[in-house]
Each structure stands twice: as structure tokens, then as C-alpha cells.
């Protein structure tokens, strides 16, 4: 009655891995081993994983032996248990190498992306053996990070000796999905996009401005750019979604020959003379004062903040709010707006523009959320 039991067992089991489609009873129409059928009910182990991302990696059962630190006979061992776990050759011999067939192929983008998420699982457990407080993750777009988020960092890092940093450079909406995935504390962009499980808190604002060699004017009216040279903003960028809305309302038509999805690209193509670039005042504030550029404002104004973003529910860390007050120091010294004469620019190159008057802050600054 037992082996009755048991032999029922089995042939309930092929009858649910047959393919469907299969004419008569479930019962009836496989006949395949026991052994068979346990295999298709089996799945692929951390350990058989392992053999095969190492023998993808080097191509030799002796190459993914030495990365496992193990011996040969024991990783062809594993190499095989994978196969059988798998249901299906994972390598052809040729030539003395392993080579991958059909279906490893199709399997190893998927395990690639879990070693991924097991490096970031090991980091987390790594930072967390070394208190949450030691690594800062920031988050930048470009256009403040090569100039200004430096500046802000320099202090905090003297004063936190030991503290580990991650710096990433990503645009407005890529930062957004960071914090959002706890890789990031603080992020820092243009016009933060809205989400319902960020705080925004406003730093500085910004402006329009024309960059490019022997301007020789100060200010330039919104509709003489149609009649330059200049260099366009990619539509998805915060300040160029404003530029091309703001030629709308005024009724400004002109087709620019060039288009730079970037501030800096934009300010690299205006220093070699390819035309006049159109940024955000801090990039434009940099670039004047290390190359040979001039800066004249665009009237009407089109203005532009900067926000640090973090998680609503993130706990309040005091390593992130001095960063935060820093990089408002940082941008409200260089939020002078208004660009030195063509015949200084040359002296301007000199030294950092330091205004007179630094812009306030903006008003929503003194309600900041603490944290």
C-alpha cells in the first residue's frame, strides 16, 4: 500500500509538469522517469547560481574554481548539480573553453542584475556595521556639481574626518527615482519635480544668462537671441522648459542650428566659438570666471531654483542638514546676478565674482523641515 501511495506520488508529478495541450488524461499521456520529474519541480540553488556567473566570468571550469576558491573537480561538481537543477546544458565544450549556450545566454542578464542588488545588500550591511551616520550619499545635477557642491562639501569633510562619501551626477528626475530607492540622503537640482514622498526645500534661484566670447553687453532682450547664434536647451531641462515657454508667450519664433542637452556641453561648444550658450547664472558665474567668457542676463527674466530634496520619512540626520545649509551659503554667494562689463571680463577671469549684496534666500527657507 505504501509503494502504491508513493508511485501515484510520482505520476501526479509528471502529470502536472506535462506540457499543456497534450491529448487524453494527465494520467496517461507522459511517461517519463521519476527521476525526470523531480527535476522539472527543482530549482536552481545560490551555490549552482554561483558556478555559473563564475564560469561566464572567466570561461574555464579551473577560472571560476580559482574565483570561488574552491578545486577544480569540485566546481565541475557544481556545474554539473547546476545543469541538472537548470533542466538544460548551461556550456558546449569548444576548443578547450566553455561556451555558453542558447539558453545560458538568456539566463545570464538576470543573474548579472542579482550580483548587482547582492553588491548593493552588501553595502548596506557593510555601512550599517559601521553606523548609518559614516557615508553620505549626494545626489547633483551636473550643473552644480563640477562648480558648486564641492565648495559646499570641502568643509564638512574637514570637519568630518572619517566620513565616506558617494557622489553621483543625475538629472533632476533620475535623482527623484534615487531617493526614492533609499540610494540617495540628499539630492540638489533645478526645480524639483513633485512627488509625494519627497520634501523640497528651496535654496537659491537662479537665472537665464548668455555665455560666449566678446559679448560686450550686460543684458540681452529675449527676443535678439532669434537673431544670434546661440545655442538651445533640451525641452526636458528645467530652465529650457521655461526658456521655450517663455517664447511662446512673447511670440518668439527662431529655429537654433544647435542644441546642447547639457549647461557644461553648452558652455564647452561656446568656449571654442561654435556659438553662444544659454545656461542657468551659477554655471555661467563659473564659466566666466575661469575661461575667457562674458555673461550678459536675459531680459525678461527667467528664473530658476535650486532645491535639496530628501525623503519625507527619512530620519533627521545632522551630517545632511549641514551640507544643505552649506550649499545655500555656497549658492548665495554666487547668485550675483549681474555679470561684470566686457572691458573686466578679463579681470573677472581672475578671481570668483564676489557680489556685493548676496541674494536672500528665498522666503519658504525659514520654513524648512529640520532633518
Known amino acids: 500500500m505504501k509503494r502504491l501511495f508513493h508511485s501515484r506520488r510520482r505520476e501526479s ?82 576548443k578547450g573553453r566553455l561556451v555558453p549556450t542558447r539558453e545560458a545566454r538568456a539566463l545570464y542578464p538576470e543573474v548579472e542584475q542579482l550580483y548587482v542588488r547582492l553588491d548593493g545588500i552588501r553595502q548596506l550591511v557593510d555601512n550599517l556595521a559601521h553606523g548609518q551616520g559614516d557615508m553620505l550619499r549626494v545626489a547633483c545635477v551636473p550643473s552644480l556639481a563640477q562648480d ?35 540610494e540617495t540622503d540628499i539630492g540638489f537640482a533645478f526645480d524639483a519635480p513633485e512627488h509625494p514622498a519627497l520634501l523640497a526645500e528651496p535654496l537659491a534661484q537662479a537665472r537665464l544668462v548668455c555665455v560666449g566670447p566678446r559679448l560686450g ?20 531641462d528645467p530652465l529650457g522648459r521655461r526658456l521655450h515657454h517663455a517664447r511662446e508667450l512673447h511670440d518668439i519664433q527662431w529655429a537654433p542650428r544647435m542644441l546642447a542637452h547639457s549647461h557644461h556641453a553648452a558652455i564647452a561648444l561656446a568656449r ?12 555661467g558665474s563659473a564659466a566666466r570666471a575661469t575661461l575667457p567668457l562674458e555673461m550678459a542676463v536675459v531680459e525678461p ?10 525623503l519625507h520619512d527619512a530620519p533627521g540626520s545632522a551630517l545632511v542638514r549641514h551640507l544643505v545649509d552649506a550649499m545655500g551659503r555656497v549658492l548665495a554667494t554666487a547668485a550675483s546676478l549681474t555679470p561684470q562689463p566686457a572691458d573686466h571680463a578679463q579681470r573677472g577671469a581672475a578671481a570668483a565674482p564676489a557680489p556685493a549684496s548676496p541674494a536672500p534666500r528665498p522666503a519658504a527657507r525659514r520654513n524648512r523641515t529640520p532633518g
Open 13 to 94: 508529478l509528471v502529470s502536472i509538469a506535462a506540457p499543456p495541450g497534450f491529448p487524453g488524461d494527465g494520467m496517461q499521456t507522459v511517461h517519463r522517469p521519476a527521476h525526470d520529474a523531480r527535476r522539472y519541480h527543482r530549482r536552481m540553488r545560490i551555490r549552482s547560481i554561483e558556478i555559473f556567473h563564475a564560469v561566464m566570468q572567466c570561461g574555464t571550469v579551473k577560472g571560476a574554481a580559482d574565483m570561488l576558491h574552491i578545486t577544480q573537480p569540485a566546481a565541475t561538481r557544481l556545474l554539473q548539480q547546476a545543469e541538472r537543477q537548470a533542466g538544460f546544458p548551461l556550456f558546449q565544450r569548444v
Open 148 to 182: 558648486w557642491l564641492p565648495k559646499a562639501l570641502a568643509p564638512l569633510m574637514q570637519r568630518h574626518p572619517h566620513l565616506r562619501l558617494s557622489v553621483r551626477t543625475l538629472h533632476s528626475r533620475q535623482i527623484v527615482d534615487s531617493l526614492v530607492l533609499r
Open 217 to 236: 553687453r550686460s543684458q540681452l532682450p529675449l527676443a535678439e537671441l532669434a537673431t544670434l547664434p546661440v545655442i538651445d536647451l533640451d525641452a526636458s
Open 272 to 283: 571654442e566659438g561654435i556659438g553662444l550658450a544659454l545656461v542657468d547664472s551659477f554655471t
Open 301 to 310: 527674466e527667467i528664473p530658476v531654483t535650486v532645491h535639496a530634496m530628501r
